[in-house]
């Protein structure tokens, strides 16, 4: 059975910084991208950053050149590197992988259970 699971949120000041990472286990063929969401209370969840399995990144608006995505294939994990944090970042932060199971499968979503990130003096 396929996980996602996030870590790495916490508390932080205006202006600071943290590296959330995320992980997929399990038995699975491939993984084909893995991105990152969020969702302020009160908002819909939106998409933050997304990295293809060919290397291609997509960000919101709302932190390019603030925010980076990486990934380590070796370990299935995929990052975001969020820097210079202002309080409208807060939000609870989804990894979402698209995984396709087995050879003769199509791929699917999954989603871990979220890491909340809070920026506050």
């Known amino acids: 059975q396929v996980q996602v699971v996030e870590s790495g949120g916490g508390l932080v000041q205006p202006g600071g910084s943290l590296r959330l990472s995320c992980a997929a286990s399990?038995?699975?063929?491939?993984?084909?991208?893995m991105d990152w969401y969020r969702q302020a209370p009160g908002k819909q969840r939106e998409l933050v950053a997304t990295?293809?399995?060919?290397?291609?990144?997509n960000y919101a608006d709302s932190v390019k050149g603030r925010f980076a995505i990486s990934r380590d294939n070796a370990k299935n994990m995929v990052y975001l590197q969020m820097n210079n944090l202002t309080p409208e970042d807060t939000a609870v932060y989804y990894c979402?992988?698209?995984?396709?199971?087995?050879?003769?499968?199509?791929?699917?979503?999954?989603w871990g259970q979220g890491t909340q990130v809070t920026v506050s003096s």
């Open positions: 399990g038995s699975f063929f491939s993984i084909n991208a």
């Open positions: 990295l293809s399995i060919a290397g291609t990144t």
């Open positions: 979402r992988a698209i995984i396709r199971p087995t050879e003769r499968e199509f791929s699917a979503l999954y």
